[in-house]
């Protein structure tokens, strides 16, 4: 019988192991710890949904929503959608799941997202998102702590550096039908030099023409009329309030007067937080309020500001140092073999790491560990515990005990340190 073929993974998915998962898995780890201090409660959501929830929130003429969306009929001939982000699915839950009642609802959650673009670097078809929302606030200090949350995230992660806050207002529903005007008019002027896929927006959604990648369009869009002009003083003093909170909390940022999102429903303020350090993939964390997306679900007036990041892309940009000291304990004694068992339940009770190689004979074992890059090899003997580091330098002591567990990791640690591991 000749052997079947072994099945590819599906265009633009991931499999990882080794840095790449341990990247994703701080940047999710950072996430988690980052959002309770700001009190913001973990939700979870369906990967899927009624494909309305995304089409009437997100907009049918925005690219996700009309080239991007993993959507088909299910067996029972209902139209579903797998998740392209997730604020529609959590708007829509807080419809269906009376979570009003919690109004403001700081919210958060993290997981697989779905869109049909061309694979790249930084880009998938499935990809990964931490988020962030805000649900039934209007102050601007919703804007603000949503703001200083990113920031302090970013820090955390020490991707900080090299990453910037582009920060800009789409004003009121007065300033932005206005501003929308002068756009066309501007884009109308220059109709030859766009895109074709900018001339069909510039009919549906000519706000998106000023976010095309499309370098056709760049001349165009960069030298298109800013907002200031249209704002009204509500929406000014808005803005204003966020960016003094924004000063206030030490929180970084630029104005970028055509920075737009792609939602319909986005108003007031809009943002980015940017890198040159992953090519065209350039941004990693993006939102703003987006106040009408509630009732266009068919809720009450609903306002709220949220923001989402691509956690590959995080994780892109993190280092990749280990920092947890990893040991292995070995024995060349079958009769200690208890003690070791011992030892490595200690250990990990005092909170060290001990990876366990799987291999017949000590010298095997070593081996192994030395390869799979543990710090330290603790022998366990007859009477006491050999420690040595890769530096070769040496500890001994009882492991049998706690608190000797506790030292053996602050005496290895130092060791590391002064070497200047
Ligand atoms: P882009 O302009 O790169 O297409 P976007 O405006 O479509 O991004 P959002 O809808 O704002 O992105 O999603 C928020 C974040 O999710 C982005 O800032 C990015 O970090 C990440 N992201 C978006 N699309 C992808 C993708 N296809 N693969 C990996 N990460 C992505
Ligand atoms: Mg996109």
Not at 51 to 64: K, L, M, N, P, Y
Not at 225 to 237: F, K, R, V, Y
Not at 286 to 297: I, K, N, Q, S
Not at 380 to 406: H, I, K, Y
């Amino acid at each position: 019988m000749p052997r079947p073929e072994i099945p590819r993974p599906v265009r633009g998915t991931q499999d990882m192991l080794g840095e790449t998962a341990d990247r994703f898995a701080r940047v999710v780890e950072t996430f988690d710890r980052v959002r309770r201090l700001y009190g913001f409660r973990r939700v979870e959501v369906p990967v899927i949904e009624q494909t309305q929830v995304f089409a009437r929130s997100i907009g049918e003429s925005t690219d996700v929503v009309s080239k991007e969306m993993y959507s088909f009929e299910d067996r029972g001939g209902e139209g579903v959608t797998l998740r392209p982000e997730f604020t529609a699915g959590i708007c829509r839950a807080y419809l269906t799941e009376g979570w009003q009642q919690h109004a403001p609802l700081k919210v958060a959650t993290h997981g697989p997202v779905f869109r049909y673009e061309r694979p790249q670097k930084g880009r998938y078809r499935q990809f990964h998102q931490i988020d962030a929302e805000v649900l039934g606030a209007a102050e601007p200090q919703a804007d603000v702590e949503l703001l200083a949350m990113a920031d302090q995230l970013l820090h955390d992660l020490r991707i900080a550096d090299g990453v910037t806050l582009k920060l800009n207002t789409l004003g009121d529903a007065a300033t932005r039908g206005a501003w929308r005007d002068a756009l066309v008019a501007h884009f109308e002027m220059h109709r030859d030099a766009l895109s074709e896929d900018s001339v069909s927006r510039l009919a549906k959604n000519p706000l998106r023409i000023l976010d095309s990648k499309d370098s056709r369009d760049r001349p165009v869009a960069d030298a298109a009329p800013g907002i200031d002009d249209h704002l009204t003083s509500e929406a000014g003093a808005f803005f204003e309030a966020v960016t003094k909170g924004l000063d206030a909390a030490g929180v970084r940022w630029e104005r970028d007067a055509r920075l737009v999102r792609g939602l319909d429903y986005y108003r007031h303020t809009a943002f980015e937080f940017v890198t040159d350090r992953l090519g065209a993939q350039g941004t990693v964390l993006a939102g703003g309020r987006y106040d009408g997306l509630v009732e266009a679900l068919g809720g009450p007036a609903t306002p709220s500001v949220g923001w989402a990041a691509g956690i590959e892309r995080l994780g892109m940009l993190t280092d990749t140092a280990n920092p947890e000291m990893r040991f292995a304990v070995v024995s060349d004694d079958p009769m200690l073999d208890a003690k070791v068992l011992k030892s490595i339940a200690l250990m990990r009770e005092a909170g060290l790491v001990v990876d366990t190689p799987y291999r017949a004979t000590p010298k095997k074992q070593i081996e192994a560990a030395r390869k799979a890059g543990v710090d330290a090899v603790v022998f366990v003997r007859p009477d006491d515990v050999r420690v040595s580091s890769s530096q070769n330098t040496t500890f001994s002591g009882s492991v049998l005990d706690l608190a000797v567990a506790r030292a053996l990791q602050t005496r290895v640690e130092g060791l590391v340190d002064s070497t200047g591991a």
